[in-house]
């Protein structure tokens, strides 16, 4: 059984810096990666990493955030630096099984940047 087990949400101020983390048991994922979704907007990518190797990022995190993986522990984690407002979020991990390309999903943890 897949399970996705999140991490690392908090309250910070502008700014401020945050680490989320998610464990991935059950399977091999060939992606892992965070989206996120804001009060009445859509669900959207933030970064995914590839087992590879290569990463790929929104336009609106490159440079502030930094996506990296541990293929031995099945972790993810996103280390997001100078938090703006606008990231305040729901943030979901998100993984995508190797042999069946099915997607999983982590029940999310919140981010909230505010002052």
């Known amino acids: 059984q897949v399970q996705l087990v999140e991490s690392g949400g908090d309250l910070v101020q502008p700014g401020g810096s945050l680490r989320l983390s998610c464990a991935a048991s059950?399977?091999?994922?060939?992606?892992m990666g965070w989206y996120r979704q804001a009060p009445g907007k859509q669900r959207e990518l933030v970064a995914k990493a590839f087992s590879i190797g290569s990463t790929m990022y929104a336009d609106s995190v490159k440079g502030r955030f930094t996506i990296s993986r541990d293929n031995a522990k099945n972790t993810v984690y996103l280390q997001m630096n100078n938090l703006k407002p606008e990231d305040t979020a729901v943030y979901y991990c998100?993984?995508?099984?190797?042999?069946?390309?099915?997607?999983?999903w982590g029940q999310g943890t919140q981010v909230t940047v505010s002052s």
């Open positions: 059950g399977s091999a994922f060939s992606i």
């Open positions: 998100n993984a995508v099984e190797r042999l069946s390309n099915k997607n999983y």
